[in-house]
């Protein structure tokens, strides 16, 4: 039994009915409550056992992926108020809970809290994102009175708890968990120009605002803050009174900006970075002039089960420096204080740049290597000084266990120093603070599995370190589908990088720990590899000669494996979705910010797969799933304003529904398909396919083609009418811009690509004319090819790339949201047109050059990735036959490879670690052109008039 909660017990098992705030109510023995939280296993499990323990009802527990919610039968919860937040640590959640429910539920109002560990652990890590870091309860009062009185009450229950301090809200007094903040409740939902979903707050005047939940306290500006300060408090808890809200202060004259002095000796220049964690500064050493690093550790964050949280780290990580000052191989430690309850190392400024930084300078990734040899002497020292470096530390007694590219420093003379030994450790260490921590690519299998520390740890991530200089790429293993060094070297072009007899060592330095070289032999490796003569000593292939080996690398993915691919993904899809809730999928990380019925990131994106999986497979599954998934999308609410575009806005779900109602044979669902496009505004300011109104214009041409509605053909031509009066005509040809003052990321700006450009635009304008016959349109269409032909990058080896804009014609792009293969997209589509005869296949043909030669650098996605690139290149094996559906094929071939495997099953997602259906950056997309290459058809989200 912890010990807040048993003192609690035996506290109030002498005082049988005492209510008061902070202690257990009636309804919840306290000795139950003592023994459900030793018993609990997650904050959840608590949650569900002290609801059951009170004696009043109309309480629900409902659980998510990250959260419990507590809800109460007859709680009315306003769209806005008033929140509390309850921050709290791995060690003390089950307390704080316990403390909070004690207060919560006989007041009958509702609250969440971090279901599981791990989510307290996300609440709580060093890089959880401030607007929500250390939220681990979260409150919803009635109102405003109810918030102030609930605030004291908690602070008076948690007295004595730790969790660390809510930067996004105020705390209630210095050290109290209690935090508030004014923001949304059920809130009023908006859709922004851009296409994310916010719960907006309402001013008075009936305007919407967003919430803003940044890292500090900002409460909305016809606002003054209602809570009082600490103020004496009568022996219930209560405060002795409630003050008016404040009036406005008047504005004060602005001031100069105050120096920002740490520990009285450290004065601020600038912040190196911001995180949960803490602060990293540059600062003058005001004691001797010299510049130094200042690192902060906020109190209670990361914190363990023990209690061990970042200053415990930041501790450890001054004594390291100290053991190893005298090396000169670290900066060198200056001072550890405390100020505010924080904890600050300052240590000396080496003034030199990463590793990463240094390779990234040097050219040394493909995407961006220059079109010269680059010597590869200096590489070679380089790893030269840091396994002389590694001696050195190991001969010092520590293992370092995070050596990776972010951690060491490349001085001028290619000499290095090693920064943030955070995780590093003696061998023989009573206390491990890091065990199972380390980076990916650079952290041993036996690392992460929690053994003891090792130098062979070390090793390890010599050998990736070697891969990554010589390669720019990180040798992650698994994300890509490979299980070895030798397989990820095998991959695409990265073995021209690497020396055979380097090559060895890497994957020796990587394999089994008991018959990894030593550190001795992989010095007489490097320094062999660098003495003159020795055929170790070479160049770096061009960008050019890498592009040449992936044209020429072409293995198109068996036939039977994209069957089990489409097989994989499309079983995976049907039961994945489940369309009862809030959203129909997981999501990735950013598409959950976005419209739940969207194409790119939610419901209409999968559905579109599956009318298209049932079309072409007959696939009983796949129709069955498509109209429970069209039902649920015809019934969720459309938040006001926002997006009007194909991908992101509300012209996609539209397009969805009609091809569900075409495929179900359900004229009503198609008529009402029909109703929702056409209430969506035409004057919308934004041009693009993605969010804006060429988007919409896309959905109406296939509408057309799926309904001949005369209205629809009407609001059709307005759209055309509407892009063809915005156009702009300069040196550059055509193009469309996002009005300036638009409220958008996108204002004042223009772009070549597809999602967002002149060939999204272009192509919209293709279609339309074709529907309307108008050669006003054809004609613009035409000037747009144009425009864009005499845009690319032309890199001389047969690549043709284009840069996102005539403002920034570099660097060149691949991808189809914003480069070569959204450009061609539009491009096939006008093959044949007089005015392009002899231009556009060569044009083509460069653009495939461009997409083919970036397949080992593309992630799976369709917007920006293989699956988007090969639906292109089968566009183009349409009209132009040649090599190019093998080309897709091959593109295809080396996604799947990339697949990841979770609780069910393999699928792809665009971020390591996480699957998601998502269309436009999980796996549904490439099941998309999976089906396409396997069985024929049209593009998706392509009209099928023309081409």
């Not at 001795?520 to 000669?545: C, Y």
């Not at 194409?599 to 079309?615: D, F, I, K, N, T």
């Not at 570099?810 to 231009?839: K, Y």
């Not at 917007?863 to 183009?876: I, P, R």
Request: overall charge negative.
């Amino acid at each position: 039994m912890s010990a807040p909660v048993a003192q609690q017990a035996r506290r109030e098992d002498a005082e049988v009915g005492d209510t008061t705030p902070g202690r257990c109510p009636s309804g919840m023995p306290p000795a139950a409550v003592a023994l459900a939280v030793e018993a609990a296993t997650e904050p959840g499990h608590l949650l569900t056992d002290l609801v059951a323990l009170t004696d009043t009802v109309g309480w629900t527990v409902r659980t998510d992926e990250a959260w419990a919610h507590a809800d109460f039968a007859t709680a009315d919860l306003p769209i806005q108020g008033w929140k509390l937040h309850v921050s709290a640590t791995e060690a003390s959640v089950l307390d704080v809970l316990a403390a909070c429910a004690a207060v919560l539920l006989p007041a009958g109002t509702p609250f969440k809290v971090a279901a599981t560990y791990a989510q307290v652990r996300t609440l709580t890590s060093p890089h959880c994102p401030r607007g929500n870091a250390g939220k681990v309860v979260t409150i919803y009062p009635s109102n405003l009175d109810d918030a102030i009185q609930l605030a004291h009450e908690l602070d008076v229950a948690t007295d004595g708890l730790t969790g660390p301090r809510i930067l996004n809200d105020r705390a209630l007094r210095e050290g109290s968990l209690v935090h508030y903040r004014y923001g949304v409740f059920t809130g009023t939902p908006v859709l922004t120009h851009d296409g994310e979903l916010q719960l907006a707050l309402v001013t008075p005047d009936g305007h919407t605002v967003s919430d803003t939940r940044g890292a500090t306290f900002t409460p909305p500006a016809w606002l003054t803050d209602p809570f009082p300060s600490a103020q004496p408090e009568l022996p219930s808890g209560r405060p002795a009174s409630v003050a008016a809200p404040a009036a406005p202060a008047a504005p004060a004259a602005p001031a100069a900006p105050a120096r920002v002095l740490l520990g009285d000796r450290f004065a601020v220049r600038e912040a190196v970075r911001h995180a949960n964690r803490g602060g990293v500064f540059r600062a003058e050493d005001l004691t001797t002039g010299e510049a130094v690093i200042v690192k902060q550790a906020r109190a209670h964050v990361a914190a363990d089960r023990q209690g061990r949280d970042a200053r415990d780290r930041l501790r450890h990580e001054w004594a390291v420096l100290g053991q190893l000052a005298a090396t000169g191989l670290t900066p060198l430690p200056v001072e550890l204080f405390e100020q505010g309850g924080d904890l600050f190392l300052a240590e000396s400024d080496l003034g030199a740049e990463t590793l990463r930084a240094w390779v990234s300078r040097r050219g040394a990734h493909p995407a961006t290597s220059p079109s010269t040899t680059s010597d590869t002497t200096d590489a070679v020292e380089v790893l030269r000084h840091v396994a002389a470096a590694l001696r050195i530390v190991h001969e010092h007694g520590i293992v370092l266990r995070d050596l990776t590219p972010n951690n060491l420093l490349v001085r001028a003379d290619r000499t290095v120093a090693i920064i943030d030994p955070e995780l590093a450790i003696s061998a023989d260490a009573d206390v491990d603070l890091s065990r199972r921590s380390g980076t990916a690519a650079y952290a041993s299998a036996e690392q992460l599995s929690g053994v003891a520390p090792e130098p062979a740890m070390d090793l390890h991530a010599l050998g990736a370190l070697v891969l990554f200089v010589l390669t720019g790429e990180d040798p992650l293993l698994g994300v890509d589908g490979s299980t070895s060094i030798d397989a990820w070297l095998d991959r695409g072009s990265r073995r021209l990088g690497v020396p055979a007899d380097l090559a060895e060592l890497a994957v020796r330095l990587t394999g089994d720990p008991t018959l990894r070289p030593s550190l001795d032999e992989a010095i007489e490796a490097l320094d062999a590899s660098a003495r003159p003569g020795h055929t170790a000593v070479w160049t770096l292939p061009t960008e050019a000669a890498r592009a040449r080996h992936a044209l020429t690398d072409i293995e198109p993915i068996d036939a039977a494996v994209a069957d089990e691919a489409i097989e994989t993904l499309l079983d995976r899809l049907v039961r994945e979705i489940s369309p009862h809730s809030s959203r129909v999928a997981r999501a990735s990380a950013f598409g959950e910010t976005t419209l739940p019925t969207n194409v790119q990131h939610g419901a209409s994106g999968l559905l579109g797969v599956l009318v298209q999986a049932a079309r072409l497979l007959g696939d009983e599954r796949a129709r069955r799933a498509a109209a429970e998934l069209a039902g649920w999308v015809d019934r969720a609410p459309a938040p006001q304003g926002g997006s009007v575009g194909l991908h992101f806005g509300h012209a996609g779900p539209a397009w969805a529904l009609a091809e569900t109602g075409a495929l179900l044979d359900d004229r009503d669902l198609l008529a009402r398909a029909v109703a929702r496009a056409l209430a969506i505004r035409a004057d919308f300011p934004g041009p693009d396919v993605t969010q804006g109104i060429a988007g919409l214009g896309l959905t109406l041409v296939r509408l057309w083609e799926l309904t001949g509605d005369e209205r629809v053909l009407a609001r059709l031509a307005a759209v055309a009418d509407e892009l063809a009066g915005r156009v702009t005509r300069d040196a550059h040809g055509v193009s469309w811009f996002t009005p300036a003052g638009t409220p958008s990321t996108f204002a004042g700006k223009r772009f070549h690509g597809y999602a967002h450009g002149t060939a999204g635009i272009g192509a919209f304008l293709r279609y339309a004319a074709g529907a309307l016959a108008d050669d006003r349109l054809l004609a613009l269409s035409v000037d747009s090819a144009v425009s864009l032909v005499r845009a690319p990058l032309d890199l001389s080896d047969g690549r043709m790339l284009w840069g996102s804009s005539p403002e920034e014609p570099a660097p060149g792009i691949q991808h189809w949201c914003n480069g070569s293969s959204g450009v061609a997209t539009f491009l096939i589509r006008m093959s044949g047109e007089r005015a392009l005869d002899g231009v556009v296949d060569g044009v083509l043909d460069g653009a495939a050059r461009a997409i083919v030669a970036s397949k080992w650098e593309s992630g799976i996605a369709y917007c920006h990735g293989l699956s988007g690139n090969a639906d292109t290149l089968l566009d183009l094996a349409d009209v132009l036959g040649g090599t190019y559906r093998d080309q897709a094929s091959d593109l295809l071939r080396i996604m799947w490879d990339r697949r990841q495997v979770d609780a069910l099953g393999s699928g792809l997602g665009d971020e390591p670690g996480r699957i998601t259906p998502d269309f436009g950056v999980g796996y549904a997309g490439a099941l998309s052109t999976l089906l396409r290459l396997r069985h024929g058809g049209p593009r998706l989200w392509m009209p099928e008039g023309g081409r």
